[in-house]
Every structure is written in C-alpha cells, then in structure tokens.
C-alpha cells in the first residue's frame, strides 16, 4: 500500500557521493517509492558554493544555510554526506533533535563520536544509519550487525582502502617504488592531492573502529586503533614478501582474544599469503573477511570507493530509514553491551618477517638466535644471506606478541654484530 | 533495556541444522537476549523420531505432533527447519494464523510457494523470514533484500550448490570423471545418498527462484528456472575448458535483460574464465555475484551449507525477528511491484563451446560455417583437429540467443559431415 504524502529528504552534501544520491533518488524515484511505502522528495541540498552548477537539480533547493535546514522539523530523514568533524556532527544531532533520522557515509566522524550519536539518535527515537562509511557498496555493517546477530565474530580482517590498495598492487604488479606508484594513483584520480588519511592508515583506522565495534558489541573508538601507515613499504619488502609466497597489503584487523575477554584493532602493511583470497584483491577493490563461531568464514568483495557504489549503499540506508518512519519503528542501534576491554598493541598475537643487515661472520647466527630466544620468540625459518663482508639474515617468527618482539628488535639492535634492522613486517591471514 | 517475558521459540526439526539451533541458543543465550532485548526460550521442538537421543535438549519439549505445537497461541517464533513441502507448508501457514513470525531454511518450499507465505505472513501481521534458504551462511538475501533497495540490480550469477561445486572441483583438480567424483563427494559426506536434487540442480534453481524474485522484484517460482544438471560434464569438457583458459562451474543466473523489460533465471554448467572469481572457488564453498547500476559488482562467499554454517543465519533472522516482535513492526516483506515477466530459456543470450566430430574432408568447415551464418550465430573461433580420417570442430560463438544457438545444432546434426555434436557448453562470466 502506498502512502502519497512522500517523506522529505534532506541532503547536506552535495559532492561526489551527494551528487549521486540525488542522481539516483530523481532517476529511481518509482523504485524508490515502491521499496519505501511511500514517495521521496527531496526536500533542501546544503552546499558551500551555492553558485556551483549542479546538474538535475532543482536550484531553489539549494542552501548554503545547512543548519536552518536541519532545523525546518518537517524533514523525515537527512542525508549527511559533507565529511569530516564539523559542522557535520553539529548538523546531525541538530537533525536528530528537529526529528530527523539519518544516514550517513561519514567513518572519520562515526569512529570518533558514534557513541555520542547513537546516543542521541535513540533518544529522539529515530535512526542512525551509515553502511556507506565502511567499505563504499560493500554489504557489511548490516551484514554483521544483523546477519550475524546470532553468530560469534572473532574475526574481521580486510582491505578497506582503495587508494592504499591501488599503489600497493601497483608496486607487487610492476615493481615499482612506493612513490612513483603514489604518483600513479594521483595522477589517475586514485589518490587525492594530500594522500596522508589513506596511506597513513587514518582512513582504515576509522573504518577498523566501527567495523570492531560492531562485530565485538563493543565500543572501539579511533584511538583505540592502532595504526601505522605504508609509506615505509618498500620494493625489497615485495621481493622478500615473493620469496615466502605472500604479498602485501594494507590490513585493517579486528580480533576477539584467544580468551575471549578482550578484542584489538589495528591497521598495518602486512605479509599475506598468495593463496589467501585477499592477495588477489586488484587495484582500488576492498574485501573484507569475517570469521565467526558458527558460520565459518565469509567474504565480502567489491568497490569500496568511488560516487556511485557509495550512493548505492547511502540510498539501501535510506530505503530502510524510510520504511522505519513508515512503521514508525526504528532498526538497531548502537550495540555494545559486551564491553570488552580493547588491548593495546602489545599484546597482539602474529607472525613476523624480519630482514638484518649483519656481519659476515661466524657466531651471529647463534647470536641472534639467542637473543630472540630469550626473549620468548620462537623462530620459524632463518635465510642467511653473504656477499662481502655483509650478510642479510631473513627471519619468519612462530606466533609471539607484538611487545616480544618489540624487545626481541631492541635487543637485536644493541649486539654490535647487527649493522641494521632493513624491515620489520606481520605475516597475517595464514 | 531487557524485558524479562521470554520470547518463546518452537523448533519444527531438530537434524542437521535444527540440532544447531538448538545447542546455539542454548550455549549462547546470553548474547542473544542482549542483542534482542528479551530473552529467548525454546518452547517445544518437533521431530519424526521422538526416542532419539538428542544432546543438550530437554526431552519434556520434545514433539512427535508439530500441528499442535503451532497452535499453541502463546509462540512468538517458529523455526521451520524440516524441509520438504509438506508438512512444512501447512506447519509455516498455521504459525502465522496462531500468530507466530517465522523463520525458515527450506529453499524448495519458498521456491515454490513463497507468494502465498508470504501473503501469509502479511495478512497476519508477522514476519517470514528465510536468509539459511539461499547459500547457508552467506548473508545474501538480507543484502539483496536492504543493502540494495536504493540501486538496481541487474544480475546475479553464483555457485550456489555445495555439494556440485565439490564435484566439479574434483573432476578439474584430479582430472576423475563424473562417477569418481560423486562417489568421493559421497564417501566424504558432501553428496547425499540420494543426490538428484543437488546434480540435477534442482537445490540451485530453487535457490535461483528465490534470488532473481528479490533481486528483480518480481515474482519468480521454481517452474520458471530453466534447469540443466551436471550429470553429463565429462573429463574432456574439462580438457576443452582448459584449453580456453576456464573452468566448469554449476552456475545460478538470474539476468535482467538489456532493454529492462524481462527477466530470466536458469541453473546449467558453465565454462568460466579462469581469471574470474568465481573460477577459484573450491570444494563445497558457495559463492554470488552481483551486479547493479550503482553498487558495480559485489561478490559473496562463504560455506552455502552444514548444520553450523546455516544455524548461523537462522539466528540472524531469529534475531531480527525477536526485535521486531518487541517493536510491534514487521521487518520488509515480499516485493514484487516490478512484476517483470520472465522470458523463456530461448531468449537468453549468451556464448557457447560447441564440440563436432566430423569427417576428416575438404569443406566440412565451410558447411559448418553457413549452418551457423544462416542462424544468425556469428563465429568468434574455431579450432580443426584431425586424425585418421575423423576430426574434431571446436567452435566458440559470439552472443547468441538460446534458440538461434537451438536451431544451429539442430541443423548441424542433419549435416551428413557432422558425425556428432560430442558437447554444448555455455561461457558464461566474461
Ligand atoms: N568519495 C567517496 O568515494 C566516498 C566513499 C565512502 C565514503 N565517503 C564519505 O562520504 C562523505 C562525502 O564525501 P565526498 O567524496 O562526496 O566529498 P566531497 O566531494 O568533497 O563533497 C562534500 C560536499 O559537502 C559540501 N560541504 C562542505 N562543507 C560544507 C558545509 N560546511 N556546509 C554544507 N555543505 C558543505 C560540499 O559543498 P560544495 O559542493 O559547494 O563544495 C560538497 O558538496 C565523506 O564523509 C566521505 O568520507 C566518500
Ligand atoms: N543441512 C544443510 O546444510 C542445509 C543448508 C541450508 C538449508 N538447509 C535446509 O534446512 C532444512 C533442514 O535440513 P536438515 O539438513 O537439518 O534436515 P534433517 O537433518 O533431515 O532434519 C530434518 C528434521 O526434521 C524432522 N522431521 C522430519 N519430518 C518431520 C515431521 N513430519 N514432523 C516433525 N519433524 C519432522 C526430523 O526429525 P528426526 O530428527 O526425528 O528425524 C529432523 O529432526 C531443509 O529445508 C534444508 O533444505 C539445510
């Protein structure tokens, strides 16, 4: 049965994902209207430059006044899709309070404050929906806080950023150096003109952070994340990551402790094996694994970027909004009455990869197999590499903790017979 | 906040995945009253064989009359996880009049009666919902159903049978033959004692039904799957694969055509390359592509099947539901406003490996060459082998419709040069 008074959208945003949105809600509007119950207007589009020609829509709708928009009390949903801190935290609490559920594509704001929003969204009884913030089109924040709702997760490990995996295959495809790939993706529209968000892993760290704290029930916020960026990764770490049968890929990865008593996060580069299916993840394409109890484990592939995929997942949230104000219920919240206490860093459980430049000389194998030995690492394989003088020492680790081998390194470091540490990289998805 | 008054669940079959269920909502009723907001109590559990021993269950709930458990009156969710068609039909239609939501994994049943259950479901008020159905733990159609409702989809194209992928991957990894395969799929436990429905693809074109109905919005019923098993796949379509750098996957399609106006579902092996996704699926694992306008391609994967794997999507829908009991709202029903018709296997375009022996003389390619041309089915390559007076035509076409490409062998079986067409097979995923 459809309703014919149509619920008011309000779209603050109009760039790339909102100029698509509002592409789509026109284009599909019969769809749209047959899915919801009732039709979609749109109701105001808030921009910084009104002047801007925006094509399919209605100038007499746009307003740079984005908080007397928020504040009209008859929108039904508001769409924020302006990005960053503020004013887009202002304008959705402002939105809630006027009445309006809403939906955004916002990650940076979502891992910092989404327990403040979540907060405020159940208080005036309305959504806050954001499947477009993690992973573009990929089906994965209702996938795990629905699909999953009766399952375990002690899992979530993935490639959530396009930009990172573009040059990332670029160099193991080419073998080229970390910027001359940088200039690649910029040069393709890949990368922006400050990459730091995305190769500093600040982008997956925000993603890292509402996808944990989803699947643990848990609050994990950005800062809980640990984060180091790809910058440092090198053509040699290829070449080496070749020589074990892996390549590499920036990872964002959300682990339940073996206890079960506390979860982690963290975003780093990391050695996957060619045979896991992550490794075959090309260009801009992000795919997340997610391993729980009962179902095992599952994958979930496809764009995680770009204007249209986006929009694509912005307007599945806004379907549900929509047919929530119908009925006038409203979807699940915020979920995280586990409260499991997130680890720092150092207690982190893998393998790692770890090159030395060391002397050529007898005696410093059996040296630096002590001093990991001492330190509680156990070794996997040693390579050991001589040309003049110089040697190179490979070592693959068994399973050991982020803080041994933190110490194992600093030690390492200290034996005169180490002339370097060339590379330090986790071995993952094994 | 948690209510105290459980929501009551009764079970109808307690096998494979009833027997998860069971053990899940018993080992973690902690977490699902929290995720639900009530907590959750198994109110009866109906079986054939009420003497069996059955761990973790208390025998005072156990059932030999199902029809009596639903019309209880006081049930908030039925688990139907006996399969078939009846009695699970009836068991389904009398929990909702009783006021009961439903949760079911039974593909044959919704295939084939879906729109009365669900007007069902409807009519009462009540929810009816069936993610174990299609792909086991695969979250598929919830993110049909939701995280697409704001794009279009225009195809979904997936293995979406365990027990045939398992075989298929036999017959390419260890070059067996069909027998062999079966008979290690069965030894293994993956292939049923009976495997009809499975290699004669009924399972998947169940499973196709229900997928193209919710992509397309559209209602798609059992009889409408054009239906081909994998029984005749030989150990030389496997060489021929090869040779085209692809391999031979049971696939469910579901396409939209070009022009938007129809659609089509079959279930048939194919060739697909080996590059594509789909190629390096292995053993019993399910995994569906989707593409939409919007979104672009998606992809799914995960274990489609097992007693844990399914009880894990059961639970997400139980869930789902709970909550929505609690809400007083239904979560989204069927949607079928497209009414799309859906065409017959003749129109379904695609491109074809055709296999001829034929006699070893002058001009046989140039007869068979005007057999195609007068059908309309334009010739991509042809490979001539010959040896000792006999030789073999390969011949891959362009795009062509099932009928043409129908007409085509037809006519080439009546040529006296053409001793026999040795295999047809679809190429598919290009
Ligand atoms: N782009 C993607 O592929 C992608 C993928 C996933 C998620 N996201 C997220 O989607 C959001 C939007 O990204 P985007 O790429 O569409 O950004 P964008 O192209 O930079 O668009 C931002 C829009 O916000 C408007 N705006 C900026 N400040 C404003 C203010 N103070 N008041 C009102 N409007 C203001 C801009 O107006 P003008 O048009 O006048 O400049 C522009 O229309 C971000 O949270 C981003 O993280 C983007
Ligand atoms: N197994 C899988 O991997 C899988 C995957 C996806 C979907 N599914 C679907 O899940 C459903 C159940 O499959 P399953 O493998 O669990 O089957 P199953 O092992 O054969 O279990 C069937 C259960 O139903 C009970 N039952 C049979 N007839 C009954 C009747 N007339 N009244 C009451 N109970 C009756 C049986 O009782 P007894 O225990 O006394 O024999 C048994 O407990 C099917 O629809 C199937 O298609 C299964």
Same mark, same amino acid.
């Given at each position: 049965?459809?309703?014919?008074?149509?619920?008011?959208?309000?779209?603050?945003?109009?760039?790339?994902?909102?100029?698509?949105?509002?592409?789509?809600?026109?284009?599909?509007?019969?769809?749209?209207? *047959?899915?919801?119950?009732?039709?979609?207007?749109?109701?105001?589009?808030?921009?910084?430059?009104?002047?801007?020609?925006?094509?399919?829509?209605?100038?007499?709708?746009?307003?740079?006044?984005?908080?007397?928009?928020?504040?009209?009390?008859? +929108?039904?949903?508001?769409?924020?899709?302006?990005?960053?801190?503020?004013?887009?935290?202002?304008?959705?609490?402002?939105?809630?309070?006027?009445?309006?559920?809403?939906?955004?594509?916002?990650?940076?704001?979502?891992?910092?404050?989404?327990?403040?929003?979540?907060? @405020?969204?159940?208080?005036?009884?309305?959504?806050?929906?954001?499947?477009? @913030?993690?992973?573009?089109?990929?089906?994965?924040?209702?996938?795990?806080?629905?699909?999953? *709702?009766?399952?375990?997760?002690?899992?979530?490990?993935?490639?959530?950023?396009?930009?990172? #995996?573009?040059?990332?295959?670029?160099?193991?495809?080419?073998?080229?150096?970390?910027?001359?790939?940088?200039?690649?993706?910029?040069?393709?529209?890949?990368?922006?003109?400050?990459?730091?968000?995305?190769?500093?892993?600040?982008?997956?760290?925000?993603?890292?952070?509402?996808?944990?704290?989803?699947?643990?029930?848990?609050?994990?916020?950005?800062?809980?994340?640990?984060?180091?960026?790809?910058?440092?990764?090198?053509?040699?770490?290829?070449?080496?990551?070749?020589?074990?049968?892996?390549?590499?890929? +920036?990872?964002?990865?959300?682990?339940?402790?073996?206890?079960?008593?506390?979860?982690?996060?963290?975003?780093?580069?990391?050695?996957?094996?060619?045979?896991?299916?992550?490794?075959?993840?090309?260009?801009?394409?992000?795919?997340?694994?997610?391993?729980?109890?009962?179902?095992?484990?599952?994958?979930?592939?496809?764009?995680?970027?770009?204007?249209?995929?986006?929009?694509?997942?912005?307007?599945?949230?806004?379907?549900?909004?929509?047919? #929530?104000? +119908?009925?006038?219920?409203?979807?699940?919240?915020?979920? *995280?009455?586990?409260?499991?206490?997130?680890?720092?860093?150092?207690?982190?459980?893998?393998?790692?990869?770890?090159?030395?430049?060391?002397?050529?000389?007898?005696?410093?194998?059996?040296?630096? *197999?002590?001093?990991?030995?001492?330190?509680?690492?156990?070794?996997?394989?040693?390579?050991?590499?001589?040309?003049?003088?110089?040697?190179?020492?490979?070592?693959?680790?068994?399973?050991?903790?982020?803080?041994?081998?933190?110490?194992?390194?600093?030690?390492?470091?200290?034996?005169?017979?180490?002339?370097?540490?060339?590379?330090?990289?986790?071995?993952?998805?094994?």
């Amino acid at each position: 049965m459809m309703r014919t008074r149509p619920l008011k959208v309000a779209l603050l945003g109009c760039g790339v994902v909102g100029s698509e949105v509002a592409r789509i809600m026109t284009t599909h509007a019969g769809d749209l209207a *047959a899915r919801i119950g009732a039709p979609v207007e749109l109701a105001g589009v808030a921009v910084r430059r009104p002047d801007k020609v925006r094509e399919g829509i209605d100038p007499a709708l746009v307003t740079t006044d984005a908080t007397a928009l928020v504040k009209r009390g008859d +929108l039904d949903i508001v769409v924020e899709v302006i990005g960053g801190i503020e004013p887009a935290r202002t304008l959705i609490t402002t939105a809630l309070e006027h009445g309006a559920s809403v939906v955004s594509a916002n990650k940076a704001l979502l891992a910092q404050d989404g327990a403040a929003l979540h907060a @405020a969204a159940e208080k005036h009884g309305r959504d806050l929906y954001y499947e477009a @913030a993690v992973a573009g089109a990929i089906p994965l924040i209702r996938p795990l806080r629905e699909s999953l *709702a009766g399952d375990k997760v002690n899992r979530v490990l993935g490639i959530v950023n396009g930009t990172t #995996n573009f040059i990332l295959d670029k160099m193991d495809t080419t073998g080229a150096g970390y910027q001359e790939a940088l200039d690649e993706a910029t040069a393709l529209g890949y990368a922006e003109a400050d990459p730091t968000a995305d190769v500093e892993g600040f982008d997956a760290a925000a993603k890292a952070a509402i996808l944990a704290g989803i699947a643990f029930h848990t609050r994990v916020r950005l800062d809980d994340v640990h984060r180091e960026g790809m910058t440092e990764v090198t053509a040699g770490d290829f070449a080496s990551a070749r020589e074990m049968g892996c390549t590499i890929k +920036l990872l964002a990865i959300c682990e339940r402790a073996e206890d079960g008593a506390s979860v982690t996060a963290r975003v780093h580069p990391a050695m996957i094996p060619l045979s896991h299916p992550l490794a075959s993840v090309r260009g801009a394409y992000n795919a997340v694994f997610v391993e729980s109890d009962a179902a095992g484990q599952l994958m979930f592939y496809g764009p995680g970027a770009g204007g249209a995929p986006t929009a694509s997942a912005v307007l599945g949230d806004l379907v549900a909004v929509g047919r #929530n104000r +119908l009925s006038g219920a409203t979807g699940p919240g915020e979920s *995280a009455y586990a409260a499991l206490p997130v680890s720092p860093m150092g207690e982190v459980v893998t393998r790692y990869h770890i090159s030395l430049d060391v002397a050529d000389k007898p005696g410093v194998l059996a040296q630096v *197999a002590t001093v990991f030995a001492e330190h509680g690492v156990s070794i996997d394989t040693v390579r050991q590499q001589g040309k003049d003088g110089e040697a190179s020492l490979v070592v693959v680790t068994h399973r050991a903790s982020d803080a041994a081998l933190g110490g194992t390194v600093e030690a390492l470091r200290k034996l005169d017979t180490v002339r370097g540490v060339a590379s330090i990289m986790r071995v993952e998805g094994e």
